[in-house]
Structure formats: structure tokens, C-alpha cells
């Protein structure tokens, strides 16, 4: 649609928002301070010659701010400077070094900020240490003690006021988000007692696992099943350590920063060699490979896996190379516990054909039932009565297939082992290191 720019005042209007919101935040260049000063003196001049006001100043500065979309403040810096030294430079005090006039800030935040509660597994695992030993103790563990907690032991920082008391609104703001980390991670808080606890459902399956492995472990020599991890993850082209460098400022202040590069996903099972010996990788088992999407070189490595490439994977890369029965553990993510290919997909389904999937499985229905409740009825019962292909799989061969409770990836000992991998990968890095050479260091 073409808007007329010289009559119609809404059409005006509209061109004005329109170029606000392409507004870019960006330091002021020469050519912006120059712009500034021409336009604010000659609105100076035009109203010195109309001699509307005695107020000259100001009304430039306010209607050249105005033009320019910008701050008054900003120009009466920009003038300031000007009268005392009479050249324009492009730098400036650090009060304008991110006050762009041609292309001021945007509104909104469009850079990431750094979580106020680092997620990673040891804040998880203090703090899941912390609330159990509250409860074992008979103590009552709120949200507000969680957040002391984190606050004493440095993961969290609280702003003091003069007298030493917490500030109040950090202090809301503070516990807000440990409410929302709590929740996100599996913590249940009651709405009278308000005691934060892990679920009913993570702690039911929590001890369900640690069920299975302890009674796995007290069977005898002939009946024992051999323990096998197995877990995905990535590394990128260009990590390093850069923690321990030493730096020169003069120096590294020219040197490009390289970005990541690259994605290499890898996935492989670690076992013990014997019963009481030490773990090691399953022979045969790791698998690299680099995504083909570019966008996949980017964001959460987890989106590159799926149930076809991970069941590949477990059948010919894993199954083969396994010398004896064994219990094989993995966590739950999703395309882990897939069901098989032959299972109807309910979305897909017709009324007509629901009705015919729940008369196959015997699955008692009232014929008055609607589209949407058939649909309901039909996915509880594949999830309560049709196992996971993997889990499927591992039973042809022998094996036994578990899965860890979600948010305890301390449960997971091959996670230390990519840690450690990743570490050494990253230590040797060099300008000079290829693709390639990231490869065969993941393989040695």
C-alpha cells in the first residue's frame, strides 16, 4: 500500500512510527554530531529572523530534537561541546557514547541477560542437598531460605542497603525467580505450608531407579546385568579455554574474536569392564556427525537428534557391540522413548477411525463421545500400555532399558565423561586447529 507523504496527516503519522521503530541503538558518529549542530542552528537562525521568541535556545533545542527524533538532553551536550572546543570528533564523553542521534536505542531488550540463578548441575545438586537435609531434619524450607541459601553460598547476589538490610524490591524480585527455578526444576511448593519439596511423580520414579540399580547390583555373577550409559552432546569448531590465558590489553584489544564455528554432535555408551572395575567406552559405539542445516549450527544441539537417527544409532552402533546382557540407561529425553513406527498417530485420526482404534484395543467408550475425548482416551492408553521401541529393542537382544527421573543429571556418570573431553579438546586448541583435527581429537 503506497501513503501519501505530503497531504494526509495520518499518512504522516504513520511514516513517522514507522521510522521510530527502525531505530538502532549505536554510538554518535561525526556525521551525526554534525547533522545535530546544523540542524539546531538553523532553527536558531529561522527563529531569530522571525523573532517569534526571546527564547531562542531553547526552542531550537527542543524543535531540533523533535525533527531528529531524539533527546533535548542530547543536544544540548552536543552544543555544549561545540562552543567549548569547535570541532566535532567521534568520541565523546561516556554520557553520549551510546546515545546515537540518527540511530538512537530501540526499544525493548534485544540482547540476552544472564540468568539469575546459573542452571547448572552444581547449583541443582547444592541446592537439592540443602532442601533435603532441611526436611530430614524436620525443618520447614521455603522459597525465602532457598534463596539465603544461594545467597550465602555466592550463586546468587542480594543488594544491601547502607544499614545492611536487603533491599526489598531486589530481594521480591530475587525470590520470584527462585520460585520459577524451583518449578522448573521438579520442586513442588505447597500453597498452605509453603514447603518446597521434589514432586510425587520425580520422587516415585526416583526411587524406582534406585530400586533397579541396587537390586542389579546384589544379584549374583550369573544373573548380573553389565551397567551401560548412554547421552548425546556437542562440542563447536572453535572452543577453547580462554579461563586461564594470559592476556595483554594493548594487544588482544585488536584481535579478532572467532565465533563458534561448526557443530560436532556426537553419542556414545560408557560400561564398566567388570563387575567392580573401571568404566570405559563401549567399543565401537561413538558416532559424530556434523549437521547438514545451517541453522542446526546454532541454539540447543538437542533439536539435531530425533528418533529416527537416535534408534539407528542404538540398533547398529550400540546393540552389536554389547558382549553380554546389560542394563542400559539413558535419560528421558523425548525422541528416547518414542514409540514404535506401527503406532497410530492420534492426531492425524478421523472420528470414524478413533472410534475403530478404540473398539481394536478394547478400550471402553460412550458412543456420545466427541472427536476431542476419543483423542484423549486413545493417548493415555498408548502411553500406559505401549512400551518405547528402544525399550523394545534392547529386550530382543537381552538387554534391560531405564531411564533417569528428570532434573538429576548427576545420576548420569558419562555427563563427567564429556566434561572432561570437552575440557581436553578446548585446552590444545589454536588458531591453526581444523575441523578435521577436532574429529580425530573427539575419536583419540
Known sequence: ?????????????????????LRKRGPLRATDRWSVLRVFYGCKEETLENKASTKTATNARHRTARLLG????????????WVKQHRISNSDDENEKYCSVLAPASSGNTKPKPKRIPDNSEVLSNERDFVRSKRCNGERVTCRKVLLFLNENG??????????????????SAQGSVQRYLKKKGFKRG??????????????WMHQYIRTILSN??????????EVYTDESYVHHHHKSVRENLYFLDVDYFLKTQRKG????????????????DAGLVPGSLR??????KKDHRGDYLKVFNSNNYLWWFENYLLPNLQQPSLIIMNNARYHKSLPSDTPNVSKLKKAELFEKLKSFNIQYDQNITTVEARIKLRKWLKDNIEPAIVKMGREKGHRVIFTPP?????????LVWARVKGAISRIYSNSTTFEDVKNRLQE
Open 191 to 204: 500453597s498452605k505450608s509453603k514447603n518446597v519439596q521434589i514432586s510425587p511423580e520425580i520422587q516415585a
Open 155 to 172: 550463586y546468587c547476589t542480594l543488594q544491601q542497603n547502607t544499614n545492611g538490610s536487603f533491599d526489598p524490591n531486589d530481594f521480591a
Open 288 to 293: 559424530h556427525f556434523c549437521p547438514q542445516q
Open 407 to 415: 532434573h538429576f543429571r548427576d545420576l548420569q556418570p558419562i555427563e
Open 262 to 277: 561448526k557443530k560436532l554432535c556426537f553419542v556414545a555408551a560408557i560400561q564398566n569392564n567388570g563387575r567392580f572395575s
Open 70 to 81: 531524539t533527546a533535548p538532553s542530547t543536544v544540548s551536550r552536543l552544543v555544549t561541546s
Open 1 to 21: 500500500m503506497v501513503r501519501n507523504t505530503t497531504t494526509d496527516k495520518a499518512s504522516v503519522t504513520w511514516h513517522i512510527a514507522k521510522l521510530e521503530s
Open 217 to 226: 547390583r546384589s544379584m549374583p555373577e550369573s544373573t548380573w546385568l553389565q
